[in-house]
């Protein structure tokens, strides 16, 4: 799918009605997104990067490639700071808002896409309702590489968190992090 505000990019149905979406949150970084990037681009695969803004402020170019390779940018947070983020609902969309500016000053369109940090099942009900109401859709994740959470992880170890942790084996939205 070519990116745009609706969808998020990845899914993959080979005529067997499964999908599955690649997406990457907390980044962009120096070290790792190039390395994703050249992966993405030689598989001809699209993902969905959900950015901290103040680590794309100085990886402009980063989004910018993300972007113009097709694939989908979106919110994730711009501090990343969950007592700040989560503190009201003025905070959040603050948060939302000051990313989104600076995807669209990169991208040239705002995005309506959002992961909450540390994911949705969590966050207060009244949150969650502030987000939607401010025109974003949230998306969660129903399986993880659980990159985050093994540290030193092994290709091995990541490959087998990612096929053994699906919640829906039809549609998989797959979280690895940038």
């Known amino acids: 799918t070519e990116n745009s ?8 149905d080979s005529g067997t009605g499964k999908l599955i979406y690649l997406t ?4 962009p970084s120096d070290r790792v997104t190039p390395k994703i990037l050249d992966v993405l681009k030689e598989e001809s695969v ?8 103040k680590h794309a402020e100085t990886r402009k170019y980063l989004i910018k490639r993300e972007f113009e390779e097709g694939h989908t940018v979106a919110v994730h947070s711009y501090s990343h700071k969950y007592d700040e983020i989560y503190a009201d609902k003025s ?14 000053e990169i991208t040239g369109k705002p995005t309506n896409l959002y992961r909450f940090p540390g994911g949705s099942f969590w966050v207060d009900s009244s949150l969650v309702k502030a987000v939607t109401t401010h025109g974003m859709r949230y998306v969660d994740c ?6 985050a959470e093994i540290c030193g992880a092994t290709p091995e170890q990541l490959y087998k968190s990612a096929v053994n942790t699906p919640a829906n084996r039809q549609h998989i939205v797959m979280l690895a992090h940038d």
């Open 24 to 27: 990457f949150d907390d980044g």
């Open 142 to 147: 129903n399986a993880s590489t659980r990159d």
């Open 46 to 53: 699209k993902a969905t990067f959900f950015i901290v803004g």
């Open 91 to 104: 905070s959040l969309l603050k948060d939302i808002d000051k990313c989104n500016a600076l995807i669209k």
């Open 5 to 12: 505000a609706e969808t998020i990019s990845g899914g993959a």
